[in-house]
Nanobody, 125 residues
Framework: QVQLVESGGGSVQAGGSLTLSCAAS????????MGWFRQGPGKEREGVAA?????????YYADSVKGRFLISRDNANNAVYLQMNSLKPDDTAVYYC?????????????????WGQGTQVTVSS
């Protein structure tokens, strides 16, 4: 059974930073796509960042977070991270870790098959 467990959410003031972590278990982590999505209040879920766990230049960001967020991986621990800098109130959302059964065939449009329970990020002005 695949489990994705997020941690690291919380409350921060605008301009601050947070790092989210996602630990995967029961999942064949090697050479797959993993990513982060978010759903803000009254908004649809949107892709934030994704990467190919096999390495290389296959890293994707939503335009709204480019230059501020950084996605990274730790293959030894089947983990992915999302470092979020220069946070804005618009970044307030529940953030979800997601994992696919395939490589990142379509970047953030890749079909993700497994989802974590979500972690709340609140940015105050």
């Amino acid at each position: 059974q695949v489990q994705l467990v997020e941690s690291g959410g919380g409350s921060v003031q605008a301009g601050g930073s947070l790092t989210l972590s996602c630990a995967a278990s029961g999942y064949t982590y090697s050479r797959k796509c993993m990513g982060w999505f978010r759903q803000g209040p009254g908004k649809e879920r949107e892709g934030v960042a994704a990467l190919y766990t096999g390495g290389g230049p296959y890293i994707y960001y939503a335009d709204s977070v480019k230059g501020r967020f950084l996605i990274s991986r730790d293959n030894a621990n089947n983990a992915v991270y999302l470092q979020m800098n220069s946070l804005k109130p618009d970044d307030t959302a529940v953030y979800y870790c997601a994992a696919a059964r395939t490589p990142c065939e379509s970047g953030l449009g890749t079909t993700f098959d497994y989802w974590g329970q979500g972690t709340q990020v609140t940015v105050s002005s």
